[in-house]
């Protein structure tokens, strides 16, 4: 069973294309992004979603970990053997997916086509990969932690198609990007 955190309700009431999520260690902001990816998947048919990080290998230990995790908790009958592979995939039933690709290769998503794109841990990925891997997006998703500002706040929490939230453990607040 799920628990509704504050992070999942807030982050599910964000309505932009573009939803910004930044946050330290302990906030909840890629727990609970996963958690809303995989009911997007369970609940509406041949969904294409990819989730994005500077190392796949990395992923692996951490969002692919808690993938598991929270998919392990839930009544839906998946295909996971997928997330063993070279490219992780989870298919539903209905046809829908979910890839993790690990941004180590050149050129990985290049002209990528999707319903939603997540990337994991923007900061550590260059604005052009960025770019190339959400063009095409319906919708996106972006974490980050609060080290220090990066092309987000300059490229991308500026547009006017964008919601941004800041977590904390202790704290949340929900800034509208458009200034």
């Given at each position: 069973?799920?628990?509704?955190?504050?992070?999942?309700?807030?982050?599910?009431?964000l309505?932009?294309?573009?939803?910004?999520?930044?946050?330290?260690?302990?906030?909840?902001?890629?727990?609970?992004?996963?958690?809303?990816?995989?009911?997007?998947?369970?609940s509406?048919s041949?969904?294409?979603?990819?989730?994005?990080?500077?190392?796949?290998?990395k992923m692996?230990?951490t969002v692919?970990?808690?993938?598991?995790s929270?998919?392990?908790?839930?009544?839906?009958?998946?295909?996971?053997?997928?997330?063993?592979t070279?490219?992780p995939?989870c298919?539903?039933?209905?046809?829908?997916?979910?890839?993790?690709?690990?941004?180590?290769?050149?050129?990985?998503?290049?002209?990528?086509?999707?319903?939603v794109?997540?990337?994991?841990?923007?900061?550590?990925?260059?604005?052009?990969?960025y770019?190339e891997?959400?063009s095409?997006?319906k919708?996106?998703f972006?974490?980050?932690?609060?080290?220090?500002?990066?092309?987000?706040?300059?490229?991308v929490?500026?547009?006017s198609?964008c919601?941004?939230?800041?977590?904390?453990?202790?704290?949340?607040?929900?800034?509208?990007c458009?200034?």
């Amino acid at each position: 069973m799920i628990k509704i955190t504050t992070a999942l309700r807030k982050i599910s009431g964000l309505q932009k294309k573009i939803k910004g999520v930044q946050g330290g260690q302990g906030a909840g902001k890629t727990f609970a992004i996963l958690t809303l990816l995989i009911n997007h998947a369970s609940s509406n048919s041949n969904k294409e979603i990819y989730v994005v990080s500077e190392e796949l290998s990395k992923m692996r230990d951490t969002v692919i970990k808690d993938f598991t995790s929270i998919i392990g908790s839930l009544p839906l009958n998946v295909d996971l053997t997928g997330l063993s592979t070279g490219s992780p995939k989870c298919t539903f039933p209905n046809k829908s997916f979910i890839r993790f690709i690990g941004l180590d290769k050149e050129d990985v998503g290049k002209g990528l086509r999707s319903d939603v794109v997540f990337v994991n841990e923007a900061n550590k990925i260059k604005f052009d990969t960025y770019r190339e891997l959400t063009s095409r997006a319906k919708q996106v998703f972006i974490d980050f932690n609060p080290n220090k500002k990066f092309w987000f706040h300059t490229e991308v929490m500026t547009r006017s198609d964008c919601d941004f939230i800041k977590l904390t453990y202790i704290s949340i607040n929900i800034v509208s990007c458009l200034r």
